[in-house]
């Protein structure tokens, strides 16, 4: 079974090897030639192992093959569960405690998180994703990281209603045309309109996975070397969620079809208008595309404080 979810039988046993063993990989903070001082908090040499993340119903097997036990399509998914290197529903409830008034640099470190956390979840994809040639890696992340961005966004709760007080702050500190200002609005309410609708469907953590999944491994992204390798991946995904779905929600029929449906209107985000509301604070100019790439060129691993 295992070779029909496409794993590899060395890239698993490493994989148990890895979550065994603490180790990760080190980079120092001068490797990424583009990275801002302001991100510097979350970039270190270890990425904690977080126990319970991973929902019990998808189960673990003692063996090397986690999934041998499991149906294709649950191996899959637990694959991508594993890969959270701190699960997003938790970004929320650490950084935005109950009664507590929301600033906006609050915001902008939860945001933050997300992105990196985004990143770092696709080199958890062991082997699928680390196995891609490095490029493809690149040019995966650089199309969906606005994707992954929004569905960790929905996951986590970040506090839509405070996006305009933050697009208000930001125009306040760099005053742009108003034929400008008012398309960045508009990007604003895309994006809370996109994460409300998300919220609505209450996607359990598997969903979750594969919709990122689904959005991740697209081979529409420019210039792959695999793209039918990445189309299968992208496949893979979607069955994990048919069958997900059929088997935890027997009586909602169409929930499928709304769950994968969200994803081209995700796409209705422009990335920059992303990039200009939360992170224009942190990281300037340099473009999110510019980090990411860096950020897989040093393998670097995430610290969370």
């Not at 890895?18 to 001082?37: A, G, K, M, T, V």
């Not at 770092?120 to 994809?125: D, L, M, R, T, V």
């Not at 969620?241 to 059929?246: A, M, N, S, T």
Request: positive net charge; charged residues 20%.
């Amino acid at each position: 079974k295992c070779l029909r979810v496409g794993m590899r039988r060395e890239g698993l046993v490493g994989k148990e090897r890895e979550s065994s063993s603490p180790s990760s990989i080190s980079s120092p903070l001068h490797s990424f030639p583009s990275l801002p001082p302001s991100l510097s908090p979350f970039i270190s040499g270890r990425v904690p192992q977080i126990q319970g993340s991973i929902p019990k119903s998808v189960g673990r097997a003692p063996s090397s093959c986690f999934s041998c036990r499991l149906f294709p399509w649950e191996g899959f998914i637990s694959v991508l569960l594993r890969a959270e290197p701190y699960p997003p529903a938790r970004y929320g409830a650490q950084a935005l405690q109950p009664g507590v008034v929301v600033g906006i640099e609050s915001i902008c470190e939860l945001a933050a998180r997300l992105l990196l956390g985004a990143v770092e979840w696709a080199k958890g994809i062991v082997p699928f994703f680390p196995e891609l040639p490095l490029s493809d890696q690149v040019a995966l992340l650089r199309l969906g990281w606005s994707e992954l961005f929004v569905l960790n966004a929905a996951q986590a709760a970040l506090p839509v209603h405070a996006a305009p007080v933050l697009a208000a702050a930001g125009l306040h500190a760099a005053p742009v045309a108003a034929d400008r200002a008012v398309a960045f609005m508009d990007h604003v309410r895309l994006f809370q309109e996109q994460v409300e609708r998300l919220r609505v469907l209450q996607a359990d953590a598997a969903e979750f996975a594969c919709l990122k999944a689904v959005a991740l491994f697209s081979p529409d992204a420019a210039g792959l070397s695999q793209p039918g390798r990445v189309a299968g991946l992208q496949e893979q995904a979607q069955v994990a969620l048919q069958e997900h779905v059929r088997r935890r929600h027997p009586a909602q029929r169409g929930r499928f079809g709304r769950l994968l449906l969200r994803l081209p209107a995700l796409r209705s985000v422009p990335a920059p208008g992303i990039q200009q509301l939360f992170f224009s604070r942190l990281v300037g100019e340099t473009p999110i595309e510019t980090l990411i790439r860096d950020m897989l060129l040093a393998g670097a691993g995430l610290g969370w404080p």
